[in-house]
Structure formats: structure tokens, C-alpha cells
């Protein structure tokens, strides 16, 4: 894996059949997909792929599939954050086993924990880990906003970038400033909307969840950033705003995108749209809204499956 990490990283879905059991299909599917349109890494088990919601063996058996299906093609992330240091452990190595690339490592969820909590967690973690690793900011499910001492701890601990996803453009412009000359070290914004203003100040790229649907727009938007095409900069932002306004509104709960993900994949016929317990997925009306929407924006020209 090349250093610094960079690109379009979707945080892929978790495809699970109605019996909650992986599919395998799915998963095929949706890997092809995202290769063809150009990605340039795959995250799972992370928010998007639902990863604290499924059994051990599960997210074992995804990493594993997903690690066969890429064969080297881009790198593979696996989100290991969990409840426990020794739960975090296994499938970090299992992660190693299969051929995985890195790791990502958000703060222990449940328990609130203080910034000086979370550096020592970091230290007892770090030199246990058998991947590099990229630290993940994401409070709205952690209970933690990662302020710039957290990145430097983890830095100074070989953390190979951050992936921010607080939802805090002004917190991550710091991050940006503060790391922009650290060139081994990748500065990725978890939410699309802030692609196109992050790449222009210095950030690294993005793990974007529309990205699992049109991964090709994406990776323009993206390599129009690299050229500073303001023209074609704006016109693809535009495309990804719609989607927010659009597919990600059909349901008013902080995991709608979630959810409508996971619904047009399958409206696409990608895979299917189960969800892990405790999330459900849409309801038919809203499924009929999410299509609706996909017509109306005439993405087909993205679609590579």
C-alpha cells in the first residue's frame, strides 16, 4: 500500500440476505462495481457497512470475501473498532489473515471517555495492531470529538492518517492545517459534501457513502479536484449535493443514508437491502421515493455493474 492513502474510499455496505446471513452475491456484486467506477480503496465495517451491529463471524467472513474479490486491485480498510480492547484485537488480526491493507480504529463506543482516556487507549492499542492503522473521528456514534492532541498522539503512535467524519468543516480545515505538510500522512473527509473544499485546502480525498452507488461520480469530482477544474468542480459538486437533498432525505433519522444506501443498490440490482438488526430498512413508500429520485437524476452514466 502507497503512502499517503488517497482517493475516493467507499465506506462499503455490508450486504446481508433477509436471514441476516452475508451475501455472497451481494458482495461480489458490489465490489465489481465499486472497481470498475474507479476507486481507489475499500472501507468496510464502518458506519455504512454496519460493522458493530454483526457477529464476529461475520464481519470475518466479509473481510475474507472482500480480501479475495480486490486480489491487490486497491487497498482494503477494516473498521475494528469495538466495545472491547481483546474484541478490537481479533479482528485486527483476522483482518491481517486475509490479506487486508489497513486498519480503522475510532474511539471504544457505549462509555464517554475524555480525549486523555482515549490517548491511552491509543497507546496500549498501537503497537498491538499488525496493520497500519487511521485514526476515525466520528462523535455522532462514539460520544468523542478528536481534537488536534488525539491526531498527534495517534500520529506520534504511527497512525498513517485520519479519517474525519465529525460533520465539523472548521475542526477538520485545523486538521488540514495543522498536517498539511506531513506528506506520509492522509487526511480524509467522511462526509462527501466536503470533498470538493477539503481536496482544494489540502486533504487527501474521501470516504464517501454515495460512492457505493455512483462510484464514478466520485472519483470525477475527485480527479477533477486534483486538476482544479473549477468548472467541472462545481457541476459534479452540484450531483453530489442532489443526492443529499434527494435519496438521503427520504426518511428523517440520523441513519436515512444508511438505509437509502442500502435501498437503491438495490433498486440498482447490486445486492439487497437488509438491514442489521437494530436498524430496519425502508418502508415501501420510501423505497418508491428513493426510485423516484434515482430516475430524476439520471445518474445512469455512473453506474458500472
Do not use: W
Request: net charge negative.
Amino acid at each position: 500500500m502507497q503512502l499517503p492513502l488517497k482517493g475516493i474510499i467507499p465506506p462499503m455496505v455490508t450486504p446481508l440476505l433477509e436471514n441476516k446471513e452475508l451475501d455472497l452475491v451481494g458482495v461480489n456484486n458490489l465490489v465489481v462495481h465499486l472497481l470498475q467506477g474507479g476507486v481507489h480503496g475499500i472501507f468496510i465495517l464502518g458506519t455504512n457497512g454496519e460493522g458493530p451491529s454483526l457477529s464476529y463471524a461475520l464481519r470475518k467472513q466479509l473481510i475474507t470475501e472482500v480480501c479475495k474479490i480486490v486480489d491487490g486491485a486497491v487497498p482494503v480498510l477494516v473498521g475494528i473498532t469495538d466495545t472491547s480492547l481483546e474484541g478490537t484485537l481479533e479482528i485486527a488480526h483476522h483482518s491481517k489473515k486475509a490479506g487486508a491493507d489497513a486498519l480503522v480504529v475510532a474511539p471504544p463506543f457505549y462509555f464517554p471517555i475524555s480525549d486523555q482516556e482515549m490517548n491511552t487507549y491509543l497507546e496500549a492499542v498501537a503497537h498491538l495492531l499488525p496493520l497500519p492503522f487511521l485514526l476515525y473521528n466520528i462523535p455522532s456514534c462514539t460520544k468523542l470529538h478528536l481534537g488536534i492532541d488525539v491526531v498527534r498522539r495517534a500520529r506520534d503512535l504511527g497512525a498513517i492518517g485520519v479519517k474525519d467524519s465529525s460533520g465539523d468543516i472548521a475542526s477538520l480545515n485545523r486538521i488540514i492545517e495543522e498536517f498539511r505538510n506531513e506528506h506520509d500522512f492522509s487526511i480524509i473527509a467522511g462526509n462527501e459534501l466536503f470533498l470538493a473544499d477539503t481536496m482544494l485546502r489540502g486533504a487527501d480525498g474521501a470516504v464517501a457513502g454515495g460512492a457505493n452507488f455512483f462510484p464514478g461520480l466520485f472519483v470525477e469530482l475527485y480527479n477533477a479536484c486534483l486538476r482544479k477544474d473549477q468548472e467541472s468542480i462545481v457541476e459534479l459538486h452540484r450531483k453530489v449535493q442532489k443526492i443529499d437533498e434527494t435519496i438521503y432525505q427520504v426518511e428523517n433519522s440520523q441513519t436515512s443514508s444508511i438505509k437509502a444506501i442500502k435501498c437503491a443498490l438495490s433498486l440498482m440490482g447490486i445486492c439487497g437491502d437488509s438491514m442489521a438488526q437494530p436498524l430496519a430498512k425502508l418502508n415501501p413508500e420510501q423505497r418508491a421515493q428513493v426510485k423516484n429520485h434515482l430516475e430524476e437524476l439520471n445518474y445512469g452514466e455512473y453506474f458500472f455493474l
